[in-house]
């Protein structure tokens, strides 16, 4: 996973001790994926059990110090050419929620659209004022630039969130008006209470 | 959550002062009888010194209608709309055509820039014509240009500048003098992301200066700059989300992994 490659990114600008990783990986990502320190010693000694690491002897203060190996090294070069894989996306709690929601009974999921819209815009003015801080400055260090960088990431991402449901709302509303005004519909109830329920048991029943 | 206990206070309470704008019970109709077509249904809102506001919804949902109201360049079928503590039906033509000049500031799609003007000349007009010697008028419209880092397109015409210039010459213009209040219609339309992003950075900055402004976008991107994002259907308000400080957003995050 990616705490792996980003301890073995930090380690091969030198080596360093355990807790040293654990800040520069938040600094980095500007705590947005905080670590423990526990989660950083385990993933050391996984590395180090498969040779991408070594004890490298302590600093003045009696830290223990990690090197990266030349494995360590392949390894970390292999991650950044290789694109993250997106061909088996991880379960997503709102695309199921909404499947779900579809002519469920007593779920208007209009509604359910709106208040994660209202979430999403909601986090998406946090981000931005956030990176509005972050650009009140022009970013200097790599730390900086690299924040930047992740918390725009977020802000991207929720936009996608927020576009979709946007679209799976007008989406909703044509399909319910195609559906009431098509005459072979059936039964009006089903259009105009659950908007989706339509059309989704007519395209069952053409199969 | 940690984040939940600290709820911010409702709308009323957050902003101190008398609101800049305020909309009451404000409600516009077009035709009658059988083709009677509601844009807006009772809209309430107060927009305070210092505060972006949103306004995001489908199309049809009456976006602009609130707008063009508010700025009163169309009249409500019925409720109010209150700029700086005047109810503007109150005001006759004239009075209107000089708040408008002085208090309300319009930011447009197209820029509205009049070709034949030099941006400094385009922002100098309303001042102008509000009886401000010319030349107090053009420094006031090169500090204004100054201030957007746009000095150097100061004598040139709106064809020679670029879309996102053009846009914030507008903003500038729109800002001059003492109005407080800028209503601003897609604002980002013609833009591509970043330069959009930097108009919006720009208004930003003027509402953290104390100007209050409503912007209609049906980018979410951009709504992300606001304090306040209010959410239209069917010419109704039906939500609204107010942004928490930066600081409870990490610690919730925070709060939430650990």
């Not at chain 2, 049809?60 to 700025?71: D, F, I, N, Q």
């Not at chain 2, 700086?84 to 799609?109: C, H, T, W």
Request: net charge negative.
């Amino acid at each position: 996973m990616s705490i792996r490659h980003g301890l073995l990114a930090l380690l091969e600008r030198g080596p360093r001790y355990g807790s040293r990783l654990r800040t520069e990986f938040e600094s980095r990502t500007g705590s947005t994926w905080p670590l423990n320190v526990g989660q950083v010693y385990t993933t050391l000694s996984r590395l180090e059990r498969d040779g991408m690491v070594v004890q490298d002897g302590a600093d003045d203060a009696g830290h223990d110090l990690y090197a990266i190996t030349d494995a360590g090294r392949t390894e970390l070069h292999t991650w950044f050419g290789t694109p993250v894989d997106r061909t088996h996306p991880p379960r997503d709690e709102l695309a199921i929620k909404l499947a779900m929601a579809v002519g469920a009974p007593g779920v208007d999921i209009r509604e359910v659209i709106q208040s994660q819209r209202r979430h999403t815009l909601k986090a998406m003015q946090d981000y931005t004022r956030l990176k509005a801080q972050a650009l009140a400055d022009v970013p200097s260090d790599r730390d900086e630039v690299a924040w930047l960088l992740v918390v725009e990431q977020l802000i991207f991402q929720a936009e996608a969130e927020a576009r979709w449901l946007d679209h799976c709302e007008s989406r909703l509303v044509r399909l319910a008006e195609a559906a009431a005004t098509e005459p072979s519909a059936g039964p009006g109830p089903a259009a105009t209470r659950g908007p989706a329920r339509a059309p989704a048991e007519r395209s069952h029943s053409q199969r | 959550m940690p984040a939940s206990a600290a709820q911010p206070p409702p709308p009323s309470s957050e902003t101190p002062g008398s609101p800049v704008l305020e909309l009451r019970e404000l409600t516009r109709t077009h035709g009658s009888g059988v083709a009677e077509v509601h844009a807006l249904r009772g809209i309430h809102l107060a927009v305070h010194p210092g505060e972006l506001v949103a306004v995001m919804g489908p199309s049809g949902s009456g976006k602009s209608t609130l707008l063009t109201l508010a700025g009163g360049l169309d009249t409500a079928t019925s409720g109010q709309v209150v700029i700086e503590g005047q109810d503007i039906a109150a005001l006759g033509p004239k009075g209107m055509a000089a708040l408008r000049r002085r208090s309300v500031g319009y930011v447009f799609q197209d820029y509205n820039l009049i070709p034949a003007l030099t941006a400094a000349e385009n922002i100098a007009l309303p001042r102008e014509l509000d009886g401000v010697p010319v030349r107090k008028a053009r420094k006031e419209a090169l500090a204004a240009l100054a201030e957007m880092k746009l000095e150097q397109v100061a004598d040139r015409f709106p064809d020679e500048m670029s879309g996102g210039q053009q846009q914030r010459v507008a903003i500038a213009r729109a800002l001059v003098g003492d109005r407080r209040l800028v209503l601003a219609d897609e604002p980002t339309g013609a833009l591509d992301s970043e330069t959009g992003e930097a108009v919006l950075a720009l208004l930003r900055t003027r509402c953290d200066q104390g100007a209050a402004a409503v912007m209609v976008t049906h980018e979410p991107r951009y709504a992300a700059w606001a304090d306040r994002v209010v959410f239209l259907r069917d010419g109704s308000i039906v939500d609204q989300t107010l942004s928490a400080g930066a600081d409870s957003l990490l610690s919730t995050t925070t709060g939430a992994t650990t």
